[in-house]
């Protein structure tokens, strides 16, 4: 059986996430790892953080994809004095490689958004919310109808089934019927004006702030908002890459194991606490 090395699995993302996607603020590729590494095991991630380090480690796995960059702002310095430093001595110390698509992911075609979409029960036929300038296929965020009209709150039940367990906020009449969507994987609230400009009933986002989802609101004649949880909305995405990855490998030959962690890497841990006033 023909073996994979990772400067072949890096290929193969680049050619379906292309780096030159990504935003100029962003960190994305090869964070660690020598090429020439024979890759049998592969983790998929949202975050590059120590409980993901510690199950891929517990697997056996030889890379570790994750969506999150873990040095987004640039360092000095990866001693083991700080979390990113420890983990990336054990990456290299257990010859474990780390790589990160993240703002490439999200405007690719298929994406994090598509994923999303379809994790919410919207159809087939999506179209960026936002499209990039060099082609309008790819972009930020999806557009996409129910397979019928529905009530808000019946769609926030549908959007709550289909991702991670995370507490969903809803603004907007629950009883409105809706059926065009627009979802946007990760923090979405730039992306208000172009919701409504879309002419969607819903905007389904996350890291909503009050401010703009409060003007939002009083300004009427938009859509209603769901606000779920950062790392939930793009959590989808994990099996849309790993399938991705294994079948353009399969093709030529290369069986590689991919598995889609399930550690919540949700920095809210707690969500279902009744208080407050009365």
Not at 52 to 71: F, R
Request: include cysteine.
């Amino acid at each position: 059986m023909p073996t994979c090395s990772l400067a072949e699995v890096v290929a193969e993302l680049e050619a379906r996430y292309d780096p030159a996607w990504a935003e100029t603020w962003d960190a994305v590729g090869l964070v660690c790892g020598d090429p020439a590494l024979t890759v049998r095991k592969i983790l998929f991630a949202v975050d590059p953080v120590a409980a993901v380090v510690d199950e891929a480690l517990e697997w056996g796995a030889d890379l570790i994809v994750t969506h999150h960059p873990l040095y987004l702002r640039g360092t000095t310095t990866v001693a083991a004095t700080t979390f990113k430093g420890r983990v990336i001595h054990r990456l290299i110390r257990n010859d474990v490689a780390l790589y990160t698509a993240h703002t490439n992911a999200d405007v690719a075609s298929p994406g994090v958004s598509d994923a999303l979409a379809r994790a919410v029960g919207l159809s087939s036929e999506l179209r960026p919310l936002q499209p990039s300038a060099d082609d309008p296929r790819r972009g930020l965020g999806r557009i996409g109808r129910l397979p019928s009209p529905m009530p808000l709150g019946r769609f926030a039940e549908l959007a709550a089934a289909g991702l991670p367990r995370t507490a969903l906020r809803v603004a907007g009449d629950p009883e409105r019927m809706v059926e065009t969507i627009a979802v946007s994987g990760g923090a979405g609230d730039s992306l208000l004006g172009a919701a409504r400009d879309a002419g969607a009933d819903v905007f389904l986002t996350a890291d909503l702030r009050h401010h703009p989802a409060s003007e939002h609101m009083e300004a009427g004649a938009g859509p209603a908002l769901i606000d779920a949880s950062h790392w939930a909305t793009e959590w989808p995405w994990l099996a849309d890459a790993a399938g991705h990855l294994t079948s353009a490998l399969a093709a030529r030959g290369i069986n590689v194991e991919a598995r889609i962690s399930r550690v919540v890497t949700d920095v809210w841990t707690t969500t279902d606490l009744d208080r407050g006033w009365g």
